[in-house]
């Protein structure tokens, strides 16, 4: 039996006939722009919005909405938003213990995996934004929940905050075997840790799969840009990109990524191109080509190319 089910949750104007199951310790991502109904969708789960329609089960149990309890949520789940608080002028320990239910030993090792072991003695107004943001999340951790929620958990975090916050969630379904589903619409937060992405649009569910499949076959250019540069091919073109004849990509337009393209040597699958832009991002380098009327974004890792140079494009279906 699956550990949490949706079945036909609709929201009048934000959410329509979303239905899906996720397994024990599964790692959940949804993305999807602004206003898509990621956020709603999240707070259904945890019993803080009440469905129009359809119902949710933790573990074969019915989440109940705010219609339908006092004290709206569910002890087994866990919900972070991304406007977490403290209360002020309160040590971290204080913040932390009326919410405990475990072993000092237990709790010690939840704060450090939250990495806010040497924070206890701080007071909640000498913290930065990201240490509140896991002292918030290490406080909902040490109720025991069964089901993590985080609703945009690296947004407004500088790059430091957000490699440390990313090692926590790593660590959280890892080591404490706790099941997350992440909100997020920033891909390099989902592809590398998510064992299932869903895309929503407009309050649906448009696709599902494994980050390489959401990456590598998206369904349309919406799905296909929310995970980074593409290049979009019509069929008639492709076919002088092919380095073997017998590709399956031949009958409709297909979504190439940076990385699947190759600069070659001058060679029958190659088209001619020029470069009209240089963009550098330290290891590696994006180039947009113009050829034949197309506009290419190719991955480099030779940092010598400049505007200007022409070069010879094919696709490389190995990384198909």
Known sequence: MAFLTLQHIGKVNTLYDV??????????????????????????????????????????????????????????????SQYFELRNNYRVEEELEYTNELTEEEAMSIFKVCHIAHLLKRRTDQLSGGEK???SLARLLIAKPKLLLLDEPFSNLDMMHKHIIKSVIHAISEQLGISCILVSHDAADVLSWADTIMVIKDGKILQTGTPKQIYRQPIN????????????????????????????????????????????????????????????YGSFMILDVMAEGMLLHIYATNQN????????????????
């Open 221 to 280: 250019e919406y799905c296909a840009g929310l995970f980074g540069l593409y290049t979009l091919i019509p069929p008639d073109k492709a076919k002088h990109l092919l380095v073997s004849s017998n590709s399956n990509i031949l009958s409709h337009s297909t979504i190439i990524r940076p990385e699947q393209f190759a600069i070659v040597p001058e060679a029958q699958n190659a088209i001619s191109g020029t470069i009209e832009k240089v963009l550098f």
């Open 19 to 80: 239905s899906f199951t996720q397994q024990a310790f599964e790692k959940i991502a949804i993305s999807g722009e602004t206003g898509s109904g990621k956020s709603t969708l999240l707070k259904i789960i945890a019993g803080f919005i009440q469905p129009d329609e359809g119902v949710v089960f933790i573990d074969g149990e019915r989440v109940k909405g705010p219609n339908e309890k006092l004290l709206p949520g569910h002890k087994h789940i866990a919900y972070l």
């Open 133 to 135: 943001q896991r002292i």
């Open 305 to 320: 190319y400049i505007v200007g140079d022409k070069v010879f494009v094919a696709i490389n279906e190995d990384i198909f």
